[in-house]
């Protein structure tokens, strides 16, 4: 399990991610495993961006999908989120969120994340 919180804030460029990041992934409610912080805000035209504190990295991430997904369902109502949703990454690229909501209980199935992917890393254990 990869645990999320969401913070809507007013920009995340503004947002002092490695001491608020910090500060929540290890904060005592989150105990024990602490959880990856996603702080959102959206620009005013319907653009949501997100910058992402990652556990297990403890430092600012350059795209989250699982973040992602997890701010989509959090805010899947009214005026916050309708989906298919777009976000976009610290690394300035668009990850899309596409579900099917189910009946009643404001559940998703059939959950959809979409993405560019990209090697960045190739070595050998020896």
Not at 73 to 79: I, M, Q, Y
Not at 101 to 119: F, K, N, S, T
């Amino acid at each position: 399990m990869w645990p999320h919180l969401i913070v809507l804030v007013d920009d995340v460029d503004a947002v002092a991610l490695m001491e608020r990041g910090r500060a929540l992934r290890f904060d005592p409610a989150l105990a024990p495993e602490g959880a990856n912080i996603n702080f959102v805000s959206t620009d005013g035209t319907g653009l949501w961006r997100m910058r992402t504190y990652e556990r297990g990295i403890e430092g600012e991430t350059l795209a989250c999908g699982t973040g992602a997904v997890a701010r989509a369902a959090r805010f899947r109502s009214g005026a916050w989120a309708r989906l298919p949703i777009d976000i976009q990454s610290r690394s300035g690229r668009m990850l899309g969120v596409r579900a099917t909501q189910a009946h009643g209980g404001g559940r998703y199935d059939d959950v959809w994340l979409a993405g560019e992917g990209r090697m960045v890393f190739r070595g050998v254990i020896t």
